[in-house]
């Protein structure tokens, strides 16, 4: 009898999962990007992405693309192997991401860099009162059934405490030091075309005159295929002070820019000439 009520409980389990499993999208796969590295794959790089900052951050844009067309890195955490964070991650690196759906939380899984990790919480939980900030963020999600067929196929999520230094692309566009940075996205298959992913990104910062919103796709690979990145295996951007150098090929310390100095020296013993 025990083992009569255990099978019925075990089928019954069984028969749940799989009936939550038929209310939720078909997004398995690596889904690769399919526009360009910046934050918005519309527009060019840089000043040439117009967003709208307020002019004093605009000036800390200016700033840092000056700055990396004299060879620096400027206002680029990712230099140093700082995560991108959100929502720079959602641009997608490399073999791209996989997404991992459940009825409690679905899981972004990003295959490089720095192989990071979102959670979406989707179990209908409140914001906690406190939480530590991480470069992924808080996330909270639901689902919505836009076409009334009984299965979700929009997940609407919004992230909060997102962790600095962080900036929206390789330009350093800034976000707020306050660090109180809202992303708000819509994710969805395309209709058309059921191998396409659609993001629409909206993000709430002080440092922007209004929100700012982009729209990302990313391809479906049925194929899998992943590596494994790690950021400092090979970097050779250093930065010493608040100076960025980089190590050549042969190990040596290079500078970025011309007329450049050299790093301070007084910690070493000096070799007379």
Request: glycine fraction near 10%.
């Amino acid at each position: 009898m025990a083992c009569a009520i255990a099978l019925t409980a075990t089928l019954s389990a069984a028969g749940a999962l799989a009936h939550d499993a038929s209310r939720y999208p078909d997004w398995k796969g690596q889904w690769v990007r399919k526009s360009a590295g910046t934050f918005d794959p519309g527009k060019p790089y840089g000043l040439g992405q117009r967003a709208p900052l307020t002019p004093e951050y605009q000036v800390v844009l200016e700033a840092s693309v000056a700055d990396q067309a004299a060879g620096g890195q400027g206002n680029n955490p990712m230099a140093g192997c700082i995560p991108p964070a959100m929502p720079r991650m959602m641009i997608v690196y490399g073999l791209g991401m996989e997404l991992v759906i459940t009825p409690e939380t679905t899981y972004v899984l990003m295959g490089e860099p720095m192989n990071q990790l979102r959670r979406i919480y989707t179990d209908g939980r409140d914001w906690p009162e406190s939480f530590e900030p991480t470069y992924s963020g808080y996330s909270i999600g639901r689902w919505e059934d836009q076409d009334g067929d009984g299965r979700h196929d929009v997940l609407v999520v919004e992230t909060r405490g997102i962790k600095g230094p962080h900036s929206y692309d390789s330009s350093g566009m800034p976000f707020h030091r306050d660090g109180k940075a809202v992303v708000k996205e819509r994710i969805y298959l395309d209709r058309a075309n059921p191998d396409i992913l659609v993001d629409e990104i909206t993000v709430f910062d002080n440092a922007l005159t209004q929100p700012w919103t982009v729209t990302r796709r990313y391809a479906r690979e049925r194929d899998t295929m992943w590596l494994e990145t790690i950021c400092g295996e090979d970097e050779h951007q250093v930065k010493i002070g608040n100076e960025d150098y980089f190590v050549s090929g042969d190990g040596f310390l290079m500078p970025t820019r011309k007329d450049q100095p050299p790093p301070d020296l007084r910690h070493f013993e000096q070799v007379a000439k």
